[in-house]
């Protein structure tokens, strides 16, 4: 449908497309947009070490991936980091514009997509934490009920509270992992507290990576997309979660005996509820290793779609990252 030599203007219905392609290959797709913080300057051009733009990450961006070159060993082996080309399809900007996430009149600092902003998809799935049932999910108390419609869990509240509910599993490797993706969303007025993966033990804080937004209410009208990474830098640096335009800047601490070496037990959703009845959904919970593709140039932009010529890099294997630690 779509060739390498590209695809001529006012040919394309870009939605139709992305719909159909969807069905029939694994093309078509939704990434996570991705521009790291700005920092501010001095009035000698330095860099100052103060975030004056703060991190945009923005998932359900529609695309279509047409790699070129997915990875390069050969610079590898010669002491390199594996690279990678693709030529990536967008809907067009007002299109763009008018997902939520990316709409100026609630994110006022996306414009559009600018070179070497990064666009991240998925390079496979690690684990998912299983929710077409409700066998291993609990909350360790009376206040919950759950069920499942194959899909989603749904967490019923008894009364009013303020803790968590989690799923437990035997021990899972997961450090292949660089993120973590899942949709949530509420009945009535609840509070996004925290959610926690506990790698290496069950139930104890010592154990758990903990990713807290500063101020988040979940949804009832539409589910909240949160994609964030899964690596060691985050912990310093803090990650981000978009609802409707507005960014939630989420810290992110780990446990003192906390490993991501170790294996995977525990993920924790924390909430605080007001009222009694009211349900808490949750699903497509995705621990997955990611590739990051940065945008290196516009090849064609025109009233359809856009279509941006990019690259990938990445670092140590990892048949390497728990051999040297």
Same mark, same amino acid.
């Given at each position: 449908?779509?060739?390498?030599?590209?695809?001529?203007?006012?040919? /394309?219905?870009?939605?139709r497309v992305f719909r159909a392609l969807?069905?029939?290959?694994?093309?078509? =797709?939704?990434?996570? $947009?991705?521009?790291?913080?700005?920092?501010?300057?001095d009035n000698y051009g330095v860099e100052?070490?103060?975030?004056?733009?703060?991190?945009?990450?923005?998932?359900? /961006?529609?695309?279509?991936? =047409?790699?070129?070159?997915?990875?390069?060993?050969?610079?590898?082996?010669?002491?390199?980091?594996?690279?990678?080309?693709?030529? &990536?399809?967008?809907?067009?900007?007002?299109?763009?514009?008018?997902?939520?996430?990316?709409?100026?009149?609630?994110?006022?600092?996306?414009?559009?997509?600018?070179?070497?902003?990064? /666009?991240?998809?998925?390079?496979?799935?690690?684990?998912?934490?299983?929710?077409?049932?409700?066998?291993?999910?609990?909350?360790?108390?009376?206040?919950?009920?759950? @069920?499942?419609?194959?899909?989603?869990?749904? @967490?019923?509240?008894?009364?009013?509270?303020?803790?968590?509910?989690?799923?437990?599993?035997?021990?899972?490797?997961? /450090?292949?992992?660089?993120?973590?993706?899942?949709?949530? !969303? @509420?009945?009535?007025?609840?509070?996004?507290?925290?959610? !926690?993966?506990?790698?290496?033990?069950?139930?104890?804080?010592?154990?758990?990576?903990?990713?807290?937004?500063?101020?988040?209410?979940?949804?009832?009208?539409?589910?909240?997309?949160?994609?964030?990474?899964?690596?060691?830098?985050?912990?310093?640096?803090?990650? +981000?979660?978009?609802?409707?335009? +507005?960014?939630?800047?989420? +810290?992110?601490?780990?446990?003192?005996?906390?490993?991501?070496?170790?294996?995977?037990?525990?993920?924790?959703?924390?909430?605080?509820?007001?009222?009694?009845?009211?349900?808490?959904?949750?699903?497509?919970?995705? $621990? $997955?290793?990611? &590739?990051?593709?940065?945008?290196?140039s516009v090849k064609d932009q025109n009233?359809?779609?856009? &279509?941006?010529?990019?690259?990938?890099?990445?670092?140590?294997?990892?048949?390497?990252?728990?051999? $040297?630690?």
């Amino acid at each position: 449908m779509i060739s390498k030599q590209g695809v001529k203007p006012g040919t /394309l219905n870009m939605n139709r497309v992305f719909r159909a392609l969807r069905y029939r290959t694994d093309q078509a =797709r939704k990434v996570v $947009y991705r521009r790291p913080p700005i920092y501010g300057k001095d009035n000698y051009g330095v860099e100052t070490g103060v975030v004056s733009g703060s991190e945009m990450l923005l998932p359900e /961006l529609p695309a279509i991936i =047409r790699p070129t070159l997915t990875a390069d060993y050969q610079l590898e082996r010669a002491g390199a980091n594996i690279i990678g080309a693709a030529r &990536i399809y967008t809907p067009n900007i007002r299109t763009i514009k008018g997902l939520s996430n990316f709409n100026q009149e609630n994110n006022v600092d996306f414009n559009e997509i600018e070179g070497w902003d990064r /666009l991240i998809d998925v390079n496979r799935y690690i684990y998912n934490v299983p929710t077409s049932g409700a066998s291993g999910w609990t909350s360790g108390t009376a206040d919950f009920t759950f @069920a499942s419609d194959g899909q989603t869990i749904t @967490a019923t509240l008894g009364t009013d509270y303020d803790g968590g509910f989690y799923f437990t599993t035997s021990a899972t490797n997961t /450090l292949e992992a660089d993120r973590i993706r899942f949709q949530i !969303k @509420a009945s009535g007025a609840i509070e996004f507290s925290n959610f !926690k993966s506990f790698n290496g033990g069950t139930q104890d804080t010592d154990y758990a990576i903990t990713y807290t937004p500063a101020s988040l209410t979940i949804p009832t009208d539409s589910w909240l997309t949160v994609d964030v990474p899964f690596v060691s830098g985050t912990v310093a640096d803090g990650t +981000t979660i978009y609802k409707n335009g +507005t960014r939630s800047a989420v +810290t992110v601490t780990t446990g003192s005996s906390w490993d991501y070496e170790a294996d995977f037990r525990d993920f924790e959703i924390g909430i605080s509820g007001t009222a009694s009845g009211n349900i808490v959904y949750i699903r497509d919970i995705q $621990y $997955y290793k990611s &590739i990051s593709w940065h945008v290196h140039s516009v090849k064609d932009q025109n009233n359809d779609f856009i &279509i941006f010529n990019c690259v990938r890099t990445r670092g140590k294997r990892d048949s390497r990252r728990r051999a $040297y630690g």
